[in-house]
């Protein structure tokens, strides 16, 4: 099967759809990843068959043998986008081809079979249709979440003959409960997220665990979210336990880490890259230190810094703390230029902004 060749689902619906009052109910505050749409799509991968066996189903448990490899060793990647309700009524996608090459560039660092781009988008299509009437209103969205991990039962340390590709939907509404305002951030001086040669540019769950105990550190020292530095010289800041990071100079210019392979490579950052320098701004995917970053902010050089993924899309940082003492960023409001870029991004998302990038696929 090609890159553009498409696959025939069969489409087996819910008996119990969830009824327009309860949906209703659900959709008024459905916070981040609780409420779930009724459907979900699966399809199986054999070695001997290849991609086979596509669903749109009923959403509901999946049984696994307890010798699954998953299990066992970690096979496992997975994807975030968001489906939107335009203004004009439609429903679009934003850069979800994106999504799926990521998918496929993580499936093979983790020795996963590629799904064909065409079945990918094939499949968040087919389920955002069956299930359109999960997508919010308002400021809301659609969080679809595809995945795939290794269902071989065996206990032995090779890559699984047999996986099965899942996505699921959840209706959401703000990332961080406190809305608009400020995000503060935790940093770790004792955990890193990832080292090089390793998975930190793969979507791949292990990865989030290996962040779960520093961001119950952050948590703890009353913040929203964990800045790793890198592994070797614990200098560098890399990025947060879910989101790339930005910083915003005196002179408008933008600062980012460079992908060096132990960072995740952000759709929404790339979004950001693009919009950034067609304002005409200066930027510059280059290693930025916390000495800086404390230096930078005590002097005034440093004027704002955001972090940015699909679930959160952008959040200005207000202060960093740590053990070594806190850094404040600015007044404690959400900077001009943070607050101009996530409007313009979030503006192409919804329909609301001309899109000469391309990047809002329409699908009804």
Not at 100 to 117: C, G
Not at 223 to 251: I, R, S, T, Y
Not at 308 to 332: E, F, L, N, P, R
Request: include cysteine.
């Amino acid at each position: 099967m090609n890159a553009h060749q498409k696959i025939v689902f069969s489409h087996n619906p819910t008996s119990r759809p969830a009824s327009a009052e309860a949906r209703a109910e659900a959709l008024k505050d459905p916070g981040f990843g609780k409420v779930f749409t009724d459907h979900m799509v699966t399809i199986r991968w054999a070695l001997d068959r290849g991609w086979h066996d596509a669903q749109i189903r009923a959403r509901e448990p999946i049984a696994l043998d307890p010798a699954a490899a998953v299990l066992h060793y970690g096979q496992e990647i997975f994807e975030g986008l968001k489906a939107y309700n335009l203004s004009d009524g439609s429903i679009a996608l934003f850069r979800a081809e994106q999504n799926a090459q990521r998918f496929n560039a993580s499936a093979e660092r983790m020795a996963m079979p590629t799904i064909p781009e065409a079945v990918f988008m094939q499949a968040v299509e087919e389920l955002v249709k069956v299930d359109r009437a999960w997508v919010p209103k308002g400021d809301g969205s659609l969080y679809l979440r595809p995945f795939q991990f290794a269902t071989e039962a065996f206990l032995g340390v090779r890559p699984s003959h047999e996986y099965l590709f899942v996505l699921i939907a959840s209706s959401v509404g703000s990332y961080f409960k406190g809305g608009e305002k400020p995000v503060t951030v935790w940093l770790t001086d004792r955990y890193t997220r990832a080292a090089e040669g390793g998975t930190g540019a793969a979507k791949c769950g292990g990865n989030y665990a290996a962040s779960l105990l520093a961001q119950a550190e952050a948590i703890e020292n009353g913040c929203d979210q964990v800045v790793f530095l890198d592994a070797a010289q614990h200098k560098w800041v890399e990025e947060l336990g879910g989101m790339n990071v930005f910083f915003v100079m005196d002179d408008g210019s933008l600062v980012t880490p460079p992908l060096t392979g132990t960072i995740l490579p952000g759709i929404t950052r790339d979004a950001i890259l693009t919009l950034a320098r067609a304002q005409g701004r200066a930027v510059r995917e280059e290693r930025y230190s916390m000495d800086q970053w404390r230096a930078d902010a005590a002097s005034g050089k440093l004027k704002e810094a955001f972090a940015c993924g699909t679930a959160a899309v952008v959040a200005a940082i207000g202060k960093v703390k740590s053990a070594a003492g806190d850094i404040v960023m600015g007044d404690g409001s959400v900077g001009a230029v943070t607050a101009a870029l996530k409007a313009q991004l979030v503006g192409i998302q919804r329909g609301d902004v001309p899109d000469p990038h391309g990047w809002v696929r329409r699908i009804g």
